[in-house]
Nanobody, 123 residues
Framework: QVQLVESGGGLVQAGGSLGLSCRAS????????MAWFRQAPGKEREFVAA????????YYADSVKGRFTISRDNAKNTVSLQLNSLKPEDTAVYYC????????????????WGQGTQVTVSS
């Protein structure tokens, strides 16, 4: 069992930045692929970014590529997401997820989910 707790959400103006963090506890964190998804009101949960457990390969949705950066620290059992150049359409609840990660963009590739943290971008 893996427990995930996100932090770092908040309200920011368009063009601003935020940093999200997810701390994992429980089973061996370093063996799981980690990902961030988001869900806006009335929309399905969508893939944002992922990082593999082995070589730290990173993957991004086209909508965030070049603006968001995912990273992990296996020694601290944390995965982070740096959000830059934020847009109002980035407003959503952001979820941290852990799992086998194949395929990386599928919600079904992840077995464990955090409770989510709200990111609101004002125009």
């Amino acid at each position: 069992q893996v427990q995930l707790v996100e932090s770092g959400g908040g309200l920011v103006q368009a063009g601003g930045s935020l940093g999200l963090s997810c701390r994992a506890s429980g089973r061996i964190f370093s063996t799981y692929a980690m990902a961030w998804f988001r869900q806006a009101p009335g929309k399905e949960r969508e893939f944002v970014a992922a990082i593999s457990w082995s070589f730290g390969n990173t993957y991004y949705a086209d909508s965030v590529k070049g603006r968001f950066t995912i990273s992990r620290d296996n020694a601290k059992n944390t995965v982070s997401l740096q959000l830059n150049s934020l847009k109002p359409e980035d407003t959503a609840v952001y979820y941290c997820a852990a799992g086998h990660g194949t395929p990386v963009e599928s919600i079904y590739a992840y077995d464990y989910w955090g409770q989510g943290t709200q990111v609101t971008v004002s125009s």
